[in-house]
């Protein structure tokens, strides 16, 4: 398992920008995939993107689809989560996740999370 760290969370304004980075411990990061999941007050946990091992492949909920993009440096141990033109639905606690499945976008298949990092985004 890999330790995970995110970062970039805050309060913003419909419209704006944020972008989300999870570092992960140790030297196999890039034997992972990678996912950002969130979860908002009241709702299930859910699916945002997921990237492969060497960043190849990516996948996205069609909820932030055109909207947000994944993306990882291995040699840094960071996955990122850029989030342009945010909404209020935007707003919940963003998760970062490592699983040894090349890309995927059930939780079930990640083994390691972080702790999450807040985005509230106001109208």
């Known amino acids: 398992q890999v330790q995970l760290v995110e970062s970039g969370g805050g309060l913003v304004q419909a419209g704006d920008s944020l972008r989300l980075s999870c570092t992960a411990s140790?030297?196999?990061?890039?034997?992972?995939?990678m996912g950002w999941f969130r979860q908002a007050p009241g709702k299930e946990r859910e699916f945002v993107a997921a990237?492969?091992?060497?960043?190849?492949?990516?996948v996205y909920a069609d909820s932030v689809k055109g909207r947000c993009t994944i993306s990882r440096d291995n040699a840094k141990n960071t996955v990122y989560l850029q989030m342009n033109s945010l909404k209020p639905e935007d707003t919940a606690v963003y998760y970062c996740?490592?699983?040894?499945?090349?890309?995927?976008?059930?939780?079930?298949?990640?083994?390691?999370w972080g702790q999450g990092t807040q985005v509230t985004v106001s109208s």
């Open positions: 996740a490592a699983g040894r499945t090349a890309i995927a976008t059930i939780a079930r298949d990640f083994g390691s």
């Open positions: 140790g030297r196999t990061f890039s034997s992972y995939g």
């Open positions: 990237i492969s091992f060497s960043g190849g492949r990516t």
